[in-house]
């Protein structure tokens, strides 16, 4: 199956999703397309001693989740606070450049390798006024990870993590009641998920480089968010962009 296709199959699926079983499925079924074994949705807290609406969705081994929740590593565990330093998707590779690893740290890496989770792709989600959360990918463990899948793994992981927190309640605002946008603010927004520099959009467009900023700067305070690629995905969830758009050219 072509790369978008797999991202495009997944939203379709996703974004009406009545229950966390059926997202379920939709990632496990998005994992074989992309050829990896795992994922795990999550928001960054320990749920075994904090409470309220928060996403917990994965695969991985029931003997990993026991082993991390017993040990508190929500908000501690190496993958997760290298989120806070990224603001677009990171190879596990990566994270020793990203932050100074501990003996702890490396004891829960060398921990999930042994229970079989090999490398890693993981996808920050950051939302005002709610504790950090991600989406990773995994391959097991002696695999090599399908670096061609990345930039799916990119969209697939914002756009499940938006998809979770509707069914969890983490998110209220439906499609009806989605931010309005101008079209010239649309524009700039379809641009940027095509992977397009604000100058470039500027020149696409035929309009200031400041002027593109601006309008990418009022689009993520209409939505809420801080990130372009955060924007992109809340623009494909509440139907403002497709992916029929991103391929057109």
């Known amino acids: 199956m072509p790369r978008f296709e797999v991202a495009e199959v997944f939203v379709n699926n996703a974004r009406f999703a009545p229950t966390r079983e059926a997202l379920h499925e939709a990632l496990i079924q998005s994992c074989s397309d992309m050829g990896v074994r795992y994922f795990a ?25 026991e082993w991390f929740d017993e ?56 939302v005002p006024g709610e504790a950090l ?38 998110r209220d ?19 940027a998920a095509r992977g397009k520099t604000d100058w470039e959009i500027s020149v696409i467009l035929g309009v200031g480089h400041e002027t593109v900023i601006q309008h990418l700067k009022h689009a993520r305070e209409r939505y809420g968010v801080q990130k372009r690629a955060l924007l992109a995905v809340r623009a494909l969830f509440d139907g403002l962009i497709s992916f029929s758009d991103i391929l057109k050219r």
């Not at 001693?49 to 029931?62: D, Q, W």
């Open 41 to 65: 949705l999550t928001h960054h807290i320990d749920f075994g001693r904090e409470a309220g609406p928060a996403v917990r969705l994965h695969n991985y081994p029931s003997s990993w989740e």
């Open 71 to 126: 040990r508190g590593l929500g908000r501690t565990d190496p993958i997760h606070r290298a989120c806070n330093l990224a603001s677009v998707g990171f190879a596990w590779s990566a994270v020793p450049d990203m932050i100074k690893l501990t003996p702890d740290d490396r004891c829960v890496l060398e921990r999930a390798y042994e229970i079989g989770i090999g490398q890693g792709f993981t996808i920050p989600a950051s």
């Open 133 to 170: 959360g991600s989406c990773s990918f995994a391959v097991d463990a002696g695999q090599a990870f399908p670096e061609e899948f990345q930039f799916v793994c990119q969209l697939v992981g914002g756009f499940a993590f938006e998809a979770a927190r509707r069914i969890s309640g983490s």
């Open 173 to 191: 605002i439906l499609t009806d009641h989605a931010p309005i946008l101008t079209d010239r603010q649309r524009d700039c927004v379809l641009w």
